[in-house]
């Protein structure tokens, strides 16, 4: 298994237009979305082995989700049915088609139900990556199961990955900075976003920050820019990576996008230790951007994901 993923898979209820407040939405569209589950059916449209573990509900929803996965080629045997917790929802609005605001409906969701004991171990033990993200650190037990994830994989050799993905609705500024400050030096790939710079960094100074985050142990922290692209830092050097000028539709997942096109390129058929060069990863990187930018041309994640073949012709048309 190249990729597994884990975490949160919801219902994204999108706006019917962009440039209201949540509040003044006139209708909202159901569309399939959590991060974790956005960078597995991402990896696997992208050629990678990739499968998902996290709770759903035991609702109409949880089986429509694990269905979608399943349709798109995401392992869902690690997927566990939660019959005294529903599927969570997250409300959407877009001020503009570059940012968006969330309002999620999870009290509790499903997906913080996942214990330890939920796991599927051999799953995990075959993982030459693992993804998660910050999201199910917030609370317990799906912290525990996290951590204990994060720990079976690591010890079966796979690389470890870790989007901090911070929601401003869920926890504070300081309790995200103490757990993740606490995660980060168990993992070898750290991405963050440019508000996260600011609070994992306390100012705007991302080369630094990134230079400062990867002191704490990773191999490579990877900051995205949104429409400015993205930058890379690892022991031997940096770089800020072009974007991509496109007709943004719709910015929610890119980052997740961006992640699946990182993962995939750093571990499919290849040993990620060797990937990590200078010169190659501004190659990656500029793939992951390629994902991201492709993604954005559509409204909502899963829908909008790009296929290899799909990548591979828009990077051959910006050369």
């Given at each position: 298994m190249?990729?597994?993923?884990l975490g949160e898979v919801?219902i994204?209820?999108?706006?019917?237009?962009?440039?209201?407040?949540l509040?003044?939405?006139?209708a909202?569209?159901?569309?399939?979305?959590?991060?974790?589950?956005?960078?597995?059916?991402a990896?696997?449209?992208?050629?990678a082995?990739?499968?998902f573990i996290g709770?759903?509900?035991?609702d109409?929803?949880?089986h429509?989700l694990a269905?979608i996965?399943?349709q798109e080629?995401?392992?869902?045997?690690?997927?566990?049915y939660?019959?005294e917790?529903?599927t969570?929802?997250?409300?959407?609005a877009?001020?503009?088609?570059?940012?968006y605001?969330?309002?999620?409906y999870r009290?509790p969701?499903?997906?913080?139900?996942?214990a330890?004991d939920d796991l599927?171990r051999?799953l995990?033990q075959?993982?030459?990556a693992?993804?998660?993200g910050a999201?199910?650190?917030i609370?317990?037990?799906s912290?525990?199961?996290?951590l204990?994830?994060?720990?079976?994989?690591?010890?079966?050799g796979?690389?470890?990955?870790f989007?901090?993905?911070y929601?401003?609705d869920?926890w504070?500024?300081e309790?995200a900075y103490?757990?993740v400050?606490?995660?980060?030096?168990e993992?070898?790939l750290?991405?963050i976003n440019?508000?996260e710079?600011?609070?994992l960094?306390?100012d705007?100074d991302l080369a630094?920050t990134?230079?400062?985050?990867?002191e704490?142990?990773p191999?490579?922290?990877?900051v995205?820019l949104g429409p400015d692209?993205?930058?890379?830092?690892i022991a031997?050097?940096?770089?800020f990576?072009d974007?991509?000028?496109?007709?943004?539709?719709d910015?929610?997942?890119?980052?997740?996008?961006f992640v699946?096109?990182?993962l995939?390129?750093l571990v499919?058929?290849a040993?990620w230790r060797e990937?990590?060069t200078v010169g190659r990863?501004q190659?990656?990187l500029r793939?992951a951007?390629?994902?991201?930018?492709?993604?954005s041309?559509?409204?909502?994640?899963?829908?909008?994901?790009?296929t290899?073949?799909q990548?591979?012709?828009?990077?051959?048309?910006q050369?």
């Open positions: 190249d990729i597994i993923c919801l994204d209820m999108f706006p019917a237009e962009v440039g209201r407040p509040a003044e939405v006139s909202f569209r159901p569309k399939p979305g959590g991060a974790p589950a956005n960078v597995a059916v990896a696997a449209r992208l050629g082995e990739s499968g709770k759903v509900g035991n109409a929803f949880g429509h269905a996965l399943r080629g995401v392992d869902v045997s690690g997927m566990r939660d019959a917790a529903r969570g929802l997250a409300f959407i877009m001020p503009d088609v570059n940012s605001d969330i309002l999620f009290n969701g499903a997906d913080m139900r996942l330890v599927d051999e995990l075959r993982a030459r693992f993804h998660f999201l199910s650190l609370q317990e037990p912290r525990s199961a996290t204990a994830a994060m720990h079976i994989a690591r010890e079966a796979a690389l470890i990955s989007d901090v993905n929601r401003a869920l504070s500024k309790e103490e757990r400050m606490a995660t980060i030096p993992v070898d750290l991405k440019e508000i710079v600011q609070i960094g306390g705007d630094s990134a230079k400062a985050l990867l704490l142990g191999s490579l922290v990877v995205t692209g993205s930058y890379f830092q031997d050097g940096g770089a990576i974007p991509f000028r496109v007709e943004t539709v910015a929610t997942g890119c980052g997740d996008a699946a096109g990182l995939t390129r499919v058929g040993d990937q990590l990863l190659e990656i793939y951007n390629g994902v991201g930018a492709l993604t041309l559509t409204l909502g994640v899963i829908p909008a994901l790009p290899t073949a990548v591979e012709a828009f990077l051959t048309q050369t």
